[in-house]
């Protein structure tokens, strides 16, 4: 049977509205899952239901974290957060890691889960961090190409899944992880120090990656396999 995975949905300020990228639905159909859009609430008896359903969550990329999740006063800098994206993916990410389910997270994805787990954020990498200088962490499309590498630590799950030392990547942010929380692994680095890939140690799957498999397209095989490793940890 398919596991069912609940994928946080993108929400448009102008429009008030919710929505999706296809690559996030795409990359999890063609690795075997289904994907399923989550509603913006966080009403508890309705999320706990959900979790019902769900073998896993892909956490995606859209709105600034806000500081205030980890303990820091807003820069004029830092863009806009969204509260109600904030407060479901906190208690998701709560539900899944009570009961050991499998998470991805993606751009967003990365720096929520490291600010969950008690770790920070530069809120703008290009005033606060020195090394976005060097590379280009805010490319302009298209997005389904790469525009610098990373580096995998052989210790980390990326280096056993792919094979590989060095991994070109697409970049798509301004925000980035600052101090990694405690029990972080680190999977991936940029060419200038960030850090672009994390798992956590003591869990079963609970992965992120800074840059962006679902607009590299199913030519694209280690994004494929990024998906289907994920799709199987649901499993």
């Not at 800098?77 to 994206?85: E, I």
């Not at 479901?88 to 389910?101: G, R, V």
Request: proline share 6%; hydrophobic share 35%; glycine share 12%.
């Amino acid at each position: 049977m398919k596991p069912v995975i609940g994928v946080i949905p993108l929400f448009d300020d102008k429009k008030d509205s919710i929505w999706m990228v296809p690559g996030y639905m795409e990359g999890i159909r063609r690795a075997g899952g289904i994907p399923m859009m989550l509603p913006l609430t966080w009403e508890k008896g309705d999320l706990e239901q959900i979790n019902s359903m769900c073998r896993g969550y892909l956490f995606t990329g859209g709105h600034d974290v806000a500081p205030k999740l980890y303990g820091e006063t807003e820069s004029s800098l830092c863009g806009p957060a969204n509260r109600q994206r904030d407060q479901l993916e906190t208690y998701i990410f709560h539900l899944a890691w009570n009961d050991d389910k499998a998470v991805l997270g993606i751009c967003r994805g990365l720096q929520l889960i490291n600010v969950l787990m008690g770790g920070t954020l530069y809120q703008d990498l290009p005033s606060q961090f020195q090394g976005s200088k060097e590379i280009e962490h805010h490319m302009c499309p298209p997005y389904d190409r790469p525009c610098h590498q990373v580096k995998l630590t052989e210790e980390g799950p990326l280096f056993r899944l792919l094979g590989k030392r060095e991994l070109g990547v697409n970049s798509y942010h301004h925000q980035g992880i600052k101090k990694l929380a405690p029990g972080l692994g680190i999977s991936a680095v940029a060419e200038d120090g960030l850090v672009e890939g994390i798992y956590a140690r003591d869990k079963r799957y609970i992965q992120a990656i800074q840059w962006h498999p679902e607009f590299m397209g199913r030519e694209d095989r280690d994004s494929g396999k990024i998906f289907r490793e994920f799709v199987e940890g649901c499993k």
